[in-house]
């Protein structure tokens, strides 16, 4: 089995991408790299802070130097990307040349319940004034164009991190 030296997990936010990407990285034996943890090193504050100081536009300058980047570097990798990132064309080519495309997606609901559950501050969502569920339908209507792009999808919906990385990797190997 040979796999592309990158596979990079987008979709919406909480859909899994970080927690299945490293379940994934483990199981082919490769770097993991989040990208809006490299953003947030780089710029030396939260994504949250970026927006709130910066604007989304500073955040996305940083975010597609940051892809150019890591679609640049060598070595193999398994990388999750912002759940925005592929929405830009130029991050989306620099990222599909080198690598396959996996979307992980979740229905609305499932996502509005791990957020909630989470402690991370997501920006995007605060945007609108609207009910969480009803911003995140929005949002994913929103994207729907950039994540159908990818090669593979994958809906983490009723899935554990493990089963969702397996059902991942089945659909890499079937591809090859």
């Keep these: 089995m040979t796999i592309k030296p990158k596979v990079v997990l987008t979709g919406f936010m909480a859909s899994g991408k970080s ?8 199981r082919l034996g490769r770097r993991f790299i989040d990208s809006d943890h490299e953003i947030a090193a780089r710029a030396g504050k939260p994504i949250a802070q970026i ?18 980047a890591l679609a640049a570097a060598p070595e193999p990798a398994v990388i999750a990307t912002g759940g925005g990132a592929l929405v830009d064309d130029a991050n989306y080519a620099a990222l599909a040349r080198v690598g396959i495309v996996v979307c992980l997606t979740a229905r609305p609901e499932v996502i509005a319940r791990r957020v909630s559950a989470s402690n991370v501050v997501r920006p995007k969502l605060a945007e609108g004034n609207l009910p ?3 911003r995140i339908v929005q949002l994913m209507e929103q994207r729907k164009t950039a994540y159908a792009r990818a090669a593979i999808v994958v809906d983490t919906s009723d899935l554990t991190i493990n089963a969702a990385a397996e059902r ?4 890499l190997e079937g591809r090859e």
């Design 168 to 171: 991942v990797l089945r659909a």
């Design 19 to 26: 927690a299945v990407g490293r379940a994934l990285a483990v």
């Design 132 to 134: 969480l569920e009803q």
């Design 51 to 68: 927006f709130a100081e910066d604007g989304e536009a500073a955040f996305r300058r940083l975010e597609r130097e940051v892809i150019a």
